[in-house]
């Protein structure tokens, strides 16, 4: 699959996926501190995933209505790096299971998939 990581995403994630046979832009290695928009924008023409921890994602296509080809947002602050990376792995079941423009975010205990309803292009 392709991803899009966020800056945001711990390097040993990031290679988790790419060891998985994932295709994985990562923020970090392009161009650090750039505007989500910029980003989502990025990963809806290449066709990505985004992988991220930023909330604010949800607010550019929930909100704003922009489009997305996925999200998969972790809310996993509170675990150890080894019980957050089990947890990814875990979870990323769903994101396959999952049309594109999903918005699945990943929690503790529980796995949570919206759809937006209305996307527009991005300008």
Not at 72 to 94: I, N, T
Request: charge should be neutral.
């Amino acid at each position: 699959m392709r991803l899009f990581a966020d800056e945001n995403m711990s390097r040993a994630v990031v290679q988790w996926f790419r060891d998985s046979g994932h295709d994985v832009t990562w923020a970090a290695e392009l161009h650090p501190g750039e505007d989500d928009r910029a980003w989502l924008q990025l990963a809806e023409a290449e066709g990505r995933w985004i992988v991220t921890s930023d909330k604010d994602f949800g607010d550019l296509i929930f909100r704003d209505g922009l489009n997305t080809h996925g999200v998969f947002l972790l809310r996993l602050e509170g675990l150890p790096f080894d019980q957050r990376l089990a947890r990814v792995a875990a979870a990323w079941s769903v994101v396959e299971a999952n049309v594109s423009g999903s918005f699945v975010v990943v929690t503790e205990n529980k796995i949570r998939v919206r759809k937006p309803k209305r996307p527009r292009p991005l300008r």
